[in-house]
């Protein structure tokens, strides 16, 4: 799922093209999809934050809302496309992994029936501080990536997901990119971290 801060980008970045093709070359099905930004000025849709929130608030429900929707259609139509409906990844970067998290983590009664995932993949995310509220030991596992400078979206969210993961026994991995920031892909793909390298770590950890 694509970044943007919620207001921007779309399912064609060429960065995250790259990386799709990268996982397709190991066997993956994948899918990049789009979801309502704050430019569509959607109508409030019910998630973890608030209408009171307003709009910057409550679009991460509709980005939500809209990538459940899009699990449950892989879901439907995965004998066309070859996918095994039991296992399915949803991941993102940034905005995007803000996403893909708020979607795998909400509780079930929230979002479209048929949208439960096996992982999650996130690069730059956050729970914006909503870990404990919505992480369980039985949810999806997850594969933390995140710039230790990041200032878009601090480092300590990720730390403190990890922590959390730690606390109750949910199964995850934690990278850190050391010196860097936000939604830099190369660092993902081609930065050389403690004699490895994380997008095979990610691809190994989905699998």
Same mark, same amino acid.
């Given at each position: 799922?694509?970044? #943007?801060? %919620? &207001? ?6 060429? *960065?995250?093209? *790259?990386?799709? !093709? ?28 608030? !209408? @009171? $929130? ?12 809209? =990538? ?10 995965? /004998? ?13 970067? @940034? ?8 979607? $795998? ?17 996130? %690069?730059?995310? @956050? %729970?914006?501080? =909503? !870990? $404990? ?15 230790? *400078? ?12 990890? =922590?959390?993961?730690? &606390?109750?026994? %949910? ?6 990119? +050391? ?9 993902? @793909? ?5 004699? #490895?390298?994380? *997008? +095979? /770590?990610? /691809? !190994?950890?989905?699998?």
């Amino acid at each position: 799922i694509h970044g #943007g801060g %919620l &207001s921007g980008g779309d399912k064609t970045k060429p *960065e995250l093209i *790259e990386v799709c !093709e990268n996982y397709a070359r190991r066997g993956y099905v994948v899918i990049s999809i789009n979801y309502r930004l704050k430019r569509d000025n959607p109508p409030f849709e019910p998630g973890a934050v608030p !209408e @009171s $929130a307003g709009l910057d608030g409550y679009i991460i429900n509709c980005a939500a809302q809209d =990538a459940a929707k899009a699990v449950g259609w892989i879901k439907d139509n995965a /004998a066309t496309y070859g996918i095994d409906p039991t296992r399915i990844a949803i991941g993102g970067a @940034s905005a995007g992994a803000i996403t893909a998290m708020f979607t $795998a983590y909400q509780e079930d009664d929230v979002l479209p029936a048929n949208a439960d995932v096996g992982v999650v993949v996130d %690069l730059w995310g @956050s %729970l914006v501080g =909503a !870990e $404990a509220d919505y992480i369980d030991v039985d949810d999806p596992p997850v594969f933390i990536f995140h710039g230790d *400078e990041d200032t878009t979206v601090p480092y300590y969210h990720a730390v403190n997901i990890d =922590a959390h993961c730690t &606390s109750i026994g %949910l199964a995850h991995e934690f990278w850190t990119a +050391p010196g860097k920031g936000h939604g830099l892909w190369y660092q993902f @793909s081609n930065m050389n971290i403690n004699g #490895g390298y994380a *997008e +095979p /770590a990610a /691809a !190994e950890f989905v699998y």
